[in-house]
């Protein structure tokens, strides 16, 4: 697996403007085609329960599957745990989130969201929104 900043990690919001077709996203993607890009399990769950027939279900399946959805460890958890216990009060950042930045700090990952509320303030993290909407 890749160590390096140089891996994208997409965010759930991200990952919709792609799957929407957004212009903006997919001129980003293009553009930086040469950098790895993963897909967190957590978000390919939240694409999933976006689904609103089969139909659906299955054409985000299958749009997920041109990414290489990566899934947390145990030391992960652990690490989210420790990121909820740190950061919720000040910024309500939810199980999920953690679990996402637990993963982009252990492989020091860049991620890249638009939900920078929850994230910049977490240190260490290299976090950017990726384009302009």
């Not at 279900?57 to 989210?80: K, S």
């Amino acid at each position: 697996m890749a160590t390096s900043s140089l891996t994208a990690l997409l965010d759930t919001d991200v990952l919709i403007d792609i799957l929407r077709q957004h212009p903006a996203a997919l001129t980003w993607l293009q553009t930086n085609a040469t950098i790895p890009v993963v897909i967190h399990g957590v978000v390919a769950m939240e694409i999933l329960a976006g689904s609103r027939n089969k139909q659906e279900l299955q054409r985000n399946q299958a749009f997920l599957a041109q990414f290489t959805i990566i899934w947390p460890t145990p030391a992960e958890f652990e690490a989210a745990y420790a990121i909820l216990a740190q950061y919720y009060l000040s910024t309500s950042i939810g199980v999920p989130d953690c679990l996402i930045v637990a993963t982009a700090l252990t492989y020091n990952w860049r991620l890249y969201t638009f939900n920078l509320k929850h994230y910049r303030h977490i240190t260490g993290l290299d976090v950017q929104i990726p384009y302009q909407r």
